[in-house]
Structures are given as C-alpha cells and as structure tokens.
C-alpha cells in the first residue's frame, strides 16, 4: 500500500546503531566516563537476550532491538581493522625496531607463562583434558587490543608496555589456531604443514607489501592530494587498508597484521595526519559496532542462574593475569606504577578469546557447554576493562606516589603550557620563571616530572595528546602552548588537534630541522623553531665574534641567513606566507 514504510532488517539495525553512537557518546562524555562501557549496555539491551527477547510478544520493539546479530560482525570485525591501522598510523618502523625487545620479550613471557599456567591449572585438576585446557589457557591469555589501547595510548610507559603485549598477542592468534587445528581429535596430521606453508606465504606478502608500499603510497596520497578531493583521500585510504587486510587474509595471516602494516606505511609519509583525521570517524563507529556486538553475547540469565561460579571464574582470571604481568613488568625494570597500572588494565580476556573459543570448538577440542560459560566470563571481562583502567590508575597512585593532573580548579590561573619536561622544556621553564610569567610543564615521564619539582619546577604527570589533559590545565586561557618533546609525529599532530580546537591559540613548536618546521607550519604551528638552524647560526655566531669580526654585522648577517630560511621554508613548504622564526640571538 502507498504510504506504508517497510524497514529492512539492515536499515533497522543501522538506525538501532546510529542512535546509540548518537545518545551514548555525548551522554557519557558528559559525565566523563568512557563510552566502550555505554556501547556494551546498548548491546545487553538491544541484544537477543535483552529488549530483542521480547519481539515476539511486543512487536514494535523490531524497530530499537537488533534483529540479526550474526549480521554485524563483519562490521565489528571491520572496527578491529581500522583499529590496527590507527595504531600503525601512531606508530613508524624506528619506533616499532625500538620495541622489539618488549614485543619479543616481555610479550613472549606474558602469553606463554600465562597461557602454560592457566592450562596447568585446568589440567592437573582434572577440569578438563590436556589439549581443552592448552586451548583454554592460551585462550584467556590474550588480552583486548580493540578496548586496552584507546584507554592507554601508546605513547606513556602504560601505553607502551600494552602495545608490546597485545602486538605479540596479535601475532600469535594465527599459529594458535593452526596448533589447535592439529590438536583436534578428527585432524588428519596436515595441521604443522598448513601452519608452515601459511608463515612463509605471510612472509612473502609481508615483503611485498613493504616494498611496494614505500614506492607506491607516496605517489598515491601525492595525487589524491593535488585534487584537494576529500572523498579520494578516504577512497584511497580504505583501498590500501582493506587491500593489505585482505593480502594477508588470503594467504592464512590474519587481516589486523596487514592493516598494521598499512598503517606503519603511511606513517612514513608526509600525508599521515590527513589520513589519520578523515579514519577517525569511521574507527570510532565501527569500534562502537564491534562492542555492541560483544554486549548482544552477554546473557543476563545465565549470568543469574551460575553467578557464584562465574563471578570465581571472572575475579580468578583478572588478579592472576594482573599479578603475573606486574611481576614480569617489574623484573624487566618497569616502575611500581607502571607495572601496577598495567598489570591490572591487561587482565581482562580478550575479543581474541572469543575466536580462539569458537576455533576449539569447531574442532572439537573445547565441548559447547564449557566453551559458552568462559565466552561468558570473557564477555564480563571485556564490559568492566575501562573500570579496570581506573583501577589501576588509583593502584597506581598509591603504589608509587604518581602524581596526578590537577583538578579544574587548579587550573583558574592564566598560565604558558609547555609539553615535554626535558632540557629544551626546563630552558623554557627557566625563562618564564625570570620574567614572571606563570607557567606549567607536563610530561608522560614520571620520572622527569618528580625529578623537576624536586628542583622547583611547577610540573604535573599527564599526557598532552589524550583528549582531557590540556583543557583540565586550562589551554582555552593559557597565552600559549610551548611543545618542546623531540618527537616530530607527536608533535605535528599535536599541532593540528590543537588549532583545530583552538583557532586562536599561540603554538609555538621545537622543529627537528627545517623541513619538520614546514610541515609543522602546514599544521597550524604559529612559531616553529628548527634547531639544527638555530644551533647552527649561534654557532656561527660565537666563532665570527670571537675571531675578531663585529658585533653588529655578525648579527645583520644571522638575520639575513634566517630569512633566506624564511623564504626556503616557503617554497618547499607550499606556504602562502613566509612564516616567522621567532627565536632570539645574543647581544
């Protein structure tokens, strides 16, 4: 009949999910609390063992319930891609060789010793039969790359010990799945060769894609760029994310190490923070499908009928991963905060353990009953991670005396951010302090930070890139921000989150060498200040007063070398003004 509206069961569901990012997001951004927490509840109700359960008797719950839960994850699967290719996009290959030790140590020690011990546990008291619980153990293991690294950033000491975790973890799902496929009671023995033809296949697909990634990426975002079309930007964008994902699904891998392996290509390229900006919205909605997914698993009633049971089963898990992987954290020589933090926000199980508990199952090697109660427990883990993470945050505080970002009302003075609190910060903090100016460092190193208000320094512990820390240190009224960390990624995005928030703000940034100053220029920087050139011409400097040449030409000279740097900066910049170097010479 005309008039009549017929929704699809897939337009259904994409308006049940639209509506949750649209009520979930502000409402507990509102209240400051994470909204993994709120997508994991929209899930428990609209979910099969919520609100949907009652369909049949109220059938206008259809329309704000999902209907085919089966159906969205290729979309959640889709979230933990983008995931992995945000991650790749933070990080660069020196970065990446830099944390190998931690990958392939501290991660090899965390999965082996957690997994081998919780399948001892299961084994020896007769729970389950040895292959079920090597399954079971390696299982509960891993822990939640998709919920952990937007809580800690990969940037802190926390942050950097979790993603040296979860990248071996990642690494190991797929020769866990084939052992389990050789471990299987009906498997004909072909299980070691699959696995060995599938590492050499990755192998090569590795190697190509990191060749020809260098060559033809470049070129890629350099023409998509010269067409100023936003729209090619992303096409070329998820070309080459769902291209790697799907070169290395073909030969075996799993598609999250292509999509890592995108991401760290692009972060090669001068073009990643565009790249990173036009992902964002569709990681973070994509994330949301992915943990609504994992609150449509949870069954309240299960839940209630075996409580006591899987409230043992949830706390055994958490404390015993928790203390294991603060111990190990700490024998590598991680601080008591660090150690404490992490170990409490890596305990949870993982999104991995609900595919290692579905493979076993499939194979016969975990039975349906014991493989439903642990999704279970797993689903309870993965809902109270971001509790968790503010767990280990207070732990954390008390264990080693960390201090913490100061409150709103600390923030009321008009005062000069710095970010970073090394050398180059302290000069800056020195300079302020001579002339009055009120002024606040912050740094992810806790070290630096209790070492500077050891020596007088106003200073606070946070991280300036996380979205709360620079608005609860007061930047909408600080005269300016002073970013001073030798790190150039960090910095240039930090650059562009800032005078995209902030139009107006003063940004004055440390330039590794002139071409680090023109990207930071491109990025909204309103100084930048390149230190191999200001080293060099105060160098020059020194040397032609002290051989005997005057003061006054040696100075007109050191400004005439500084604006043929103005003018280079224009040109290999693409700048439509010459920008300024705001530095000052001596005399």
């Known amino acids: 009949m005309a008039g009549e509206l017929t929704l699809s069961p897939f337009l259904s569901d994409a308006l049940v999910i639209l509506g949750a990012a649209g009520i979930v997001i502000p409402v507990f951004a509102r209240f400051r609390i994470t909204p993994i927490i709120g997508f994991i509840v929209i899930g428990v109700l609209v979910g099969p063992y919520g609100l949907g359960s ?83 153990g390696f299982a509960l293991a891993f822990s939640s790359t998709a919920i952990v690294l937007p809580i800690s950033g990969t940037r802190t000491p926390v942050g950097r010990a979790a993603l040296s975790m979860l990248l071996f973890e990642d690494i190991m799902i797929v020769p866990i799945i084939f052992i389990l496929g050789a471990l299987a009671p009906n498997a004909q023995g072909d299980g070691w060769s699959g696995l060995v033809e599938t590492l050499w296949q990755g192998g090569l697909v590795i190697t190509v894609l990191l060749v020809a990634g260098r060559i033809a990426l470049p070129r890629l975002f350099a023409q998509a760029a ?35 392996i995108a991401g760290l290509l692009i972060a090669e390229t001068e073009y990643h923070t565009e790249v990173e900006l036009i992902m964002e919205p569709f990681k973070g909605l994509a994330l949301g499908v992915f943990l609504i997914t994992i609150g449509m698993s949870i069954d309240l009633r299960e839940i209630g009928e075996q409580i006591g049971m899987i409230a043992v089963a949830v706390v055994g898990v958490l404390v015993f991963k928790a203390i294991v992987t603060g111990i190990l954290l700490r024998l590598m020589g991680a601080r008591r905060s660090t150690a404490a933090e992490t170990g409490v926000m890596m305990a949870s199980p993982s999104e991995t353990t609900l595919i290692v508990l579905a493979a076993a199952t499939a194979a016969m090697v975990v039975d349906t009953e014991t493989a439903q109660f642990w999704q279970t427990v797993t689903a309870i883990g993965l809902t109270i991670t971001p509790l968790l993470a503010k767990l280990g945050q207070v732990i954390a505080r008390r264990v080693d005396g960390a201090p913490a970002l100061p409150g709103e009302e600390d923030s009321a003075e008009e005062r000069t951010i710095i970010v970073g609190g090394g050398r180059v910060g302290r000069l800056v903090a020195d300079m302020m302090q001579t002339h009055g100016k009120p002024y606040v460092m912050i740094d992810t190193n806790p070290d630096l930070i209790a070492q ?104 007109a000279s050191i400004h005439a070398k500084r604006d043929e740097f103005r003018e280079q900066l224009e040109r290999d910049g693409g700048l439509s003004e010459k920008p300024k170097l705001r530095t000052s010479t001596t005399g």
């Open 54 to 136: 009652l369909v049949e008797r109220i059938p206008w719950l259809y329309y704000i319930t999902i209907s085919d839960p089966g159906a969205l994850t290729p979309f959640a699967d889709f979230g933990i891609v983008l995931l992995l290719f945000a991650i790749g996009l933070e990080l660069s290959f020196n970065r990446l060789w830099q944390l190998r030790k931690l990958v392939f140590g501290l991660g090899a020690l965390e999965l082996l010793i957690i997994g081998s011990s919780l399948a001892a546990l299961f084994g020896l008291t007769g729970m389950l039969g040895w292959t079920a619980a090597l399954a079971l």
């Open 226 to 260: 010269r067409t100023k079309s936003p729209e090619l930007f992303l096409s070329a964008s998820l070309l080459v994310v769902i291209g790697a994902s799907l070169a290395t699904a073909l030969v075996g891998l799993s598609p999250i190490v292509g999509a890592l």
């Open 452 to 555: 500077a208000k050891r020596d007088g320094y106003r200073a606070t512990f946070g991280d300036a890139a996380r979205g709360d820390a620079l608005p609860r240190l007061g930047v909408e009224t600080a005269p300016a921000v002073v970013l001073t960390m030798d790190e150039p990624v960090l910095a240039q995005r930090l650059v562009a989150k800032l005078r995209q928030t902030y139009p107006d703000l003063l940004i004055v940034a440390r330039a590794r060498d002139t071409d680090h100053a023109a990207a930071l220029y491109r990025a909204g920087a309103s100084h930048a200040v390149p230190e191999t050139l200001e080293s060099s011409l105060q160098l020059s400097e020194a040397v032609l007063v002290d051989i005997g040449v005057a003061m006054g030409p040696v100075i």
